[in-house]
């Protein structure tokens, strides 16, 4: 009973402290939450919504940074294949290493699972260096023989980043955060942001899916890009810390 007096008690100083501000709903659920979080008064088997969509908010831009890494640096290295195709062939994965957050080193694991795939990582230690450290080869195969040195190379990031781990990291994330809207769904879906954080989720999963996949015209990595800066614009306030 005292500790529903405090929280209360607490609750009425926290909005007297607002002055004439009228808050919103959504405000005073926040400033709610984290009282009763500091009050120890939180219930963990039946989480609130704003705790449900904060969550669920957290995690999908866990997941959309990195996916927008890596679309940026797919989208660089379609650029530098383009119009710098000449410097591209020269020094290969140390001059994309130049446009892109991943090392020489990782790009050159890419370019390698062009033509070993995951069979790379079964091979002794001695086989598997000496195909990385020859992996620029395949830049040159694939502009004289195959005519299409872009898509191998921005295949190279795609395959880095798939065996640096960050893919299924953004997964891992997207599914807690598909969790939480499961039962933001079920017990709250006229909550206000409900509609915003599924927007953003829906994005996110579809830029991740286009990152892996390759498919559809590059444009959609500024579109992705684009859709998603909307709806943090409209919950970042919310949510942020």
């Keep these: 009973m005292k500790k529903i007096i405090s929280i209360v008690l607490a609750l009425i100083f926290a909005f007297c402290a607002c002055g004439s501000t009228v808050l919103t709903p959504e405000e005073r659920?926040?400033?709610?939450?984290?009282?009763?979080?500091?009050?120890?008064?939180?219930?963990?088997?039946?989480?609130?919504?704003?705790?449900?969509?904060?969550?669920?908010?957290?995690?999908?831009?866990?997941?959309?940074?990195?996916?927008r890494q890596i679309g940026d640096d797919m989208y660089e290295v379609w650029k530098a294949c383009i119009g710098e195709h000449d410097k591209v062939l020269s020094y290969g994965s140390?001059?994309?290493a130049t446009k892109v957050s991943l090392s020489e080193e990782?790009?050159?694991?890419?370019l390698a699972m062009l033509r070993y795939g995951d069979a790379l990582n079964n091979m002794n230690q001695v086989q598997r260096q000496r195909h990385i450290d020859d992996a620029d080869v395949w830049i040159f195969y694939f502009d004289n023989?195959?005519?299409?040195?872009?898509?191998a190379c921005v295949c190279s990031i795609v395959n880095a980043y798939f065996?640096?781990?960050?893919?299924?990291?953004?997964?891992?994330?997207?599914?807690?955060?598909?969790?939480?809207?499961?039962?933001?769904?079920?017990?709250?879906?006229?909550?206000?942001?409900y509609l915003n954080?599924?927007?953003?989720?829906?994005?996110?999963?579809?830029?991740?899916d286009y990152c892996q996949n390759l498919e559809g015209p590059?444009?959609?990595?500024?579109?992705?890009?684009?859709?998603?800066?909307?709806?943090?614009?409209?919950?970042?306030?919310?949510?942020?810390?």
Excluded at 106 to 110: A, D, P, S, T, V
């Design 197 to 208: 954080l599924k927007g953003f989720f829906t994005t996110t999963r579809a830029y991740l």
């Design 145 to 151: 023989y195959e005519n299409n040195m872009v898509a």
């Design 218 to 241: 590059v444009k959609q990595l500024i579109d992705y890009k684009e859709q998603a800066k909307e709806y943090i614009g409209k919950l970042d306030y919310y949510f942020e810390d």
């Design 94 to 96: 140390d001059y994309l």
């Design 29 to 67: 659920e926040a400033i709610f939450y984290e009282v009763a979080k500091e009050k120890g008064m939180l219930d963990n088997e039946n989480p609130s919504p704003y705790e449900l969509s904060k969550s669920a908010y957290e995690n999908i831009n866990v997941a959309y940074k990195i996916i």
């Design 106 to 110: 990782e790009i050159r694991i890419g």
């Design 163 to 193: 065996h640096n781990g960050k893919f299924e990291e953004a997964e891992t994330a997207l599914d807690t955060a598909k969790e939480n809207l499961k039962i933001l769904s079920a017990d709250y879906s006229d909550y206000e942001h």
